[in-house]
């Protein structure tokens, strides 16, 4: 059944306290819950049934007013319970069972490695105990925990209030939260567990005490997660006035979970993936990883939990709020522009993708099956990118000021994306009428720029026609109001002052369909820098020859477009390649190319990070996404070509830089050295393309003398993907014999194989299936293994004979009866058919309707299936 926000309804009931008590047992957990309820003013009048949600759950007893409600008192729905109501006020007992054991799913309360632990949003609430589970019925909640003393760490929200042991010899804790929230929000975890505490004085001179916990074999891996949560939380206060409100902060690690993290009240329950590291055994992506969840999860805290949702097609709300907050966080702690770089390449590859796909939705959903599914890059990513054009079209204070108003006049609320955006334009008395479309409109806009300069006028034109694709159910659009940031560039590569005040930059309001401005005074004709630090997320179209983009590679003071630049002149070579690969032509990359990635190799001005972000070639993933239709392999051919004609042609700048970087000045992640260490790996991943003897040489040496994971990563995955098979397997081994007791790295072990387009076949990845740490009911093992293949090895699973895309359909299939929030994220890969150019498309429409034709799915699973169908 799908879903509409236009049937959007206040709550019937309220619930004004809810009192939990769980006695934990692996198979058989006792819930008991009360609640006071209390008819919603605002609903109307009458006193309708009231109806809990429930899903799974064994019902022992309802009670009203401490009466026992005999069967015939209520009525029992598939997904929950449906009581007559003779009061407008009443207490209500319910006592259930639920299996935490039996539970894979990952949602509602379940085992992981022997410790409980929760995961609620959206939706998994209702999987331990009957309830009102809608994000706009926000309640005070009381929790004890009672467990046998095998589990000596009892957590929930909150505040401790009470200890101590039942008769029986179990243990109980007591916790109370006093700020009222959404059943999402509950958590709860009990463990053997063990503890790194340290401590945090707010700016108003609070003292909070923060503490991770962890299973013992990991107690030295959370330093850094530790010294990320308190950056944080400054940053929180300095940026946006915002103190944390709890006394404790807890974040507990495991190893089963649907997602990054959760921002649970007080009590955050994060993948072990996105918590745990040291130098030894996390790569630098990963430190970056962790600061930027452990800065997401804490700033919930207000986006998020202070203020909520009012149903869940309003995720946005706090989602793209909150990545928006995390990215600027990171871009604060690091560089700014290779923060930016990364985040625009992940929107461009996968976010585009989905925007031009058969899931299309916008930013904020109009309907859906089923919530979990919309947990995606259009919500999160694009959403932030809205939240930044707000910035962008406010500026930093006025921004502020909006947030100010927003946080203060809806504490304690749930609340939608249109109370985010009035709450901005009434604290700015702004008009953002025709930028709510952003919120409403999927799809990615296009706009197409022209220029004309007249130089007997000194007029400079430029005209600017915006387009957007049609998406499902949204044939037609109207223009979007997109913030364009742009500078002109003269002869001599400065930014030409563009008004009176002498301003190099400014941001364009485009509204119309097509519009044109026009800049006056001008005694050359300008190269235009268009969308400077991608100010809206769009699509540019403009007639850059290979000079112009050279030029700007070079001279742009915007490093976000000078980055982009180098983007474009590799796109239209490796377009040129594939058609010239298409028509059977021998293949050749143009001379200024190489020489472009000379001059950058050999700069010394540029920061290391940007330098490696710009002689990346742009990946198969991004070049599909820019495909009008999708040749898999011609882009295989075109960017092989490439890679093996640059490295070559290279092979002295690469050497001499790996050089000059390679060092063994002790390990820290900060952001000077990665980016040191993102060069260099980047030339010895270059060099080894080669194959040569010398380059793989390097590449042995690095990896047996690395000192850390990063550089003892990157080594291996140069052995892997270009050394001979013998050397690749013998350096896997004795990595894999290394590490075999840490469960991170054998996870990166396992996606470093899985995604390679040499070592990861077929075949190999089912082998790693066979392996004793591979483990079909933990997702990251799911996602290091099945995911690389399907989504980070588009050689193997785009295989000619279709056998990638059936060992998906195969997996998805088997993985739904599990966890279909895995499952339905799988299968992605291959619902994006109708993009593809001849056999290869028809066949992986075939293998998705064998996943329709396989029996009953999942709700999670039937979505995206059938929507991919259509
Ligand atoms: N709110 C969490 C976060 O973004 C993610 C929760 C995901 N839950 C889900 N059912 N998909 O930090
Ligand atoms: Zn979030």
């Known amino acids: 059944t799908t879903i509409y926000l236009k049937d959007y309804r206040v709550p019937d009931y309220l619930v004004d306290s809810t009192d939990l008590h769980f006695e934990l047992q692996p198979k058989a957990t006792l819930v008991k819950s009360r609640l006071k309820i209390r008819r919603n003013p605002e609903a109307g009048a009458g006193l309708p049934p009231l109806v809990l949600d429930g899903v799974e759950l064994e019902l022992l007893s309802v009670a009203i007013d401490g009466k026992l409600v005999p069967a015939s008192g209520y009525e029992e729905l598939p997904q929950g319970l449906s009581i007559p109501v003779d009061a407008p006020e009443f207490e209500l007992e319910i006592h259930n069972r639920i299996n935490p054991e039996g539970n894979t799913s990952l949602e509602g309360l379940y085992l992981s490695n022997g410790m409980y632990c929760t995961q609620c949003e959206a939706e998994g609430f209702r999987k331990i105990t009957y309830y009102p589970d809608r994000p706009d019925v926000m309640s005070r909640f009381t929790t004890t925990i009672v467990a046998p003393r095998q589990y000596p760490v009892l957590l929930s929200n909150g505040n401790e209030i009470a200890r101590g042991n039942t008769e029986d010899g179990r243990q109980f804790v007591t916790w109370e939260d006093p700020f009222v929230k959404p059943s999402y929000l509950f958590a709860l975890v009990a463990g053997d567990l ?383 390649l594939q058609n ?9 990359l143009p001379a200024e190319l190489v020489a472009a990635y000379r001059s950058i190799l050999r700069s010394q001005d540029l920061d290391p990070a940007l330098v490696a972000e710009m002689l990346a070639l742009p990946s198969e993933q991004t070049l599909a996404e820019q495909s009008e239709k999708i040749d898999a392999e011609a882009i295989m051919a075109a960017r092989r070509f490439a890679r093996d004609a640059l490295a070559s042609a290279l092979k002295e700048d690469l050497r001499t830089c790996y050089r000059r970087l390679h060092s063994d000045k002790p390990y820290s992640p900060s952001a000077a050295d990665i980016a040191e260490r993102s060069l260099k790996n980047a030339c010895l991943s270059y060099l080894c393309v080669t194959e040569d003897a010398d380059a793989l040489g390097m590449a042995r040496e690095q990896f047996e003398q690395a000192t850390n994971m990063t550089d003892s990563a990157a080594a291996l995955g140069a052995l892997v993907n270009y050394g001979e098979a013998a050397t690749a397997e013998a350096a896997l081994q004795s990595f894999y014999d290394r590490w075999q007791q840490d469960t991170q790295v054998v996870e990166l072990w396992f996606g470093l194989q899985s995604s390679s387009a040499k070592w990861g076949t077929l075949d190999r990845v089912r082998t790693l299936m066979q392996h004793p740490a591979f483990e079909q009911k933990n997702p990251n093992k799911v996602r290091a293994v099945i995911g690389g293949f399907a989504n980070r090895n588009f050689t193997q699973f785009h295989s000619a004979d279709g056998s990638g895309f059936e060992f998906i359909a195969e997996q998805v299939i088997a993985l739904d009866k599990l966890n279909p929030q895995i499952a339905a994220r799988l299968v992605i890969p291959i619902t994006r058919w109708k993009k593809y150019r001849g056999a290869l498309g028809e066949n992986m429409r075939d293998t998705l309707q064998s996943v329709m034709d396989s029996g009953k799915l999942s709700a999670d699973l039937f979505e995206v299936v059938s929507k991919s169908l259509i």
């Not at 010239?580 to 050749?588: H, I, M, P, T, V």
């Open 194 to 576: 063990q503890k790194v505490e340290d401590s945090y004085t707010t700016a108003s001179g609070r003292e909070v005490k923060l503490q991770i916990f962890t299973e013992a074999k990991n107690i030295g891996k959370c330093d850094h997660a530790m010294r990320s949560l308190k950056k944080a939380m400054r940053w929180d206060e300095e940026v946006y006035g915002l103190e944390y409100d709890l006394d404790i902060f807890m974040v507990v690690a495991v190893d089963h979970f649907n997602m990054g993290a959760m921002e649970n009240k007080g009590l955050n329950i994060f993948n072990s993936a996105c918590v745990l590291a040291s130098p030894e055994t996390a790569t630098d992506s990963t430190f970056q990883r962790i600061e930027s969840i452990v800065g997401h999860e804490y700033f919930h805290n207000w986006s998020g939990n202070r203020v909520t949702c009012r149903d869940w097609f309003q995720l946005s709300l706090k989602e793209g709020f909150t990545v928006f907050r995390d990215a600027e966080f990171s871009a604060d702690m690091n560089s700014r522009a290779v923060k930016r770089i990364e985040d625009v390449s992940l929107l461009r590859t996968v976010q585009f993708a989905e925007d031009a796909g058969p899931m299309a939705h916008p930013v904020r959903p109009d309907s859906y099956m089923e919530i979990s599914n919309f947990y995606t890059l259009t919500v999160y990513e694009k959403g932030a990118e809205v939240v930044r054009m707000v910035h962008t079209l406010l500026g930093g204070e006025g921004f502020r000021k909006g947030s100010d108003l927003y946080f203060e006049r809806h504490d304690g609320c749930a609340v939608t994306c249109e109370d985010f955006i009035k709450a901005m334009e009434d604290a700015n008395e702004v008009d953002l009428a025709q930028f709510r479309r952003w919120y409403s409109q999927a799809g990615t806009p296009v706009l197409e720029v022209t220029d004309a300069y007249d130089a007997a006028s000194g007029n400079y034109a430029l005209t600017v026609r915006q387009s957007c694709p049609a998406t499902p159910e949204q044939k037609e659009k109207l223009p979007f109001h997109v913030p364009l940031a742009l500078g002109l560039l003269g002869a001599d590569g400065r930014d030409l002052p563009l008004d009176a005040a002498g301003n190099t930059q400014v941001v364009l309001q485009i509204t119309e369909q097509e519009q044109t401005f026009n800049f006056a005074g001008l005694t050359e004709k300008p190269l235009p820098s268009l969308l400077r630090g991608f100010s809206a997320p769009v699509k540019v179209r403009y007639d850059y020859n290979t000079e112009q983009l050279l030029f700007l590679m070079r001279s742009d003071t915007d490093e976000f477009n000078r980055w982009d630049a180098s983007q474009r002149l590799a796109f239209m070579a490796l377009e040129q």
């Open 580 to 588: 010239d690969f298409r028509n059977g032509k021998s293949l050749q």
